[in-house]
């Protein structure tokens, strides 16, 4: 069974940093993509970061560029999501997910159009100002 466990949520000021951190289980974790997806209160879901199959190298939204560095540990099977200069913004659900499917980029997964298989309980973040 694949297993999506994020933490590290919070609430923080404008500026602040944070870092999520997602624990996979029930797949190869290093032949799966996987990223970071959000969804703020009246907003449409979001892919923040993604990995595509085998990319060492993620995709980000635009709107993260500079602040967000998503990392994963194949080995530990956990990925990372270091959260810098948070703006009020960002404010919404963090969900950590992951997709079987090897023939797509990051970008791809991230922009869609297909959902990703497998989505974890999300962590709230709350940037205040």
């Known amino acids: 069974e694949v297993q999506l466990q994020a933490s590290g949520g919070g609430s923080v000021q404008v500026g602040g940093s944070l870092r999520l951190s997602c624990a996979a289980s029930?797949?190869?974790?290093?032949?799966?993509?996987i990223g970071w997806f959000r969804q703020a209160p009246g907003k449409e879901r979001e892919g923040v970061s993604c990995?595509?199959?085998?990319?060492?190298?993620?995709y980000y939204v635009d709107s993260v560029k500079g602040r967000f560095t998503m990392s994963k540990d194949n080995a530990r099977n956990m990925v990372y999501l270091q959260m810098n200069n948070l703006k009020p913004e960002d404010t919404a659900v963090y969900y950590c997910?992951?997709?079987?499917?090897?023939?797509?980029?990051?970008?791809?997964?991230?922009?869609?159009?297909?959902?990703?298989?497998?989505w974890g309980k999300g962590t709230q973040v709350t940037v205040s100002s």
């Open positions: 029930g797949f190869t974790f290093a032949d799966y993509a």
């Open positions: 997910v992951a997709d079987g499917r090897t023939v797509y980029s990051g970008t791809y997964h991230c922009e869609g159009p297909v959902d990703m298989d497998f």
């Open positions: 990995f595509g199959s085998g990319e060492n190298i993620p």
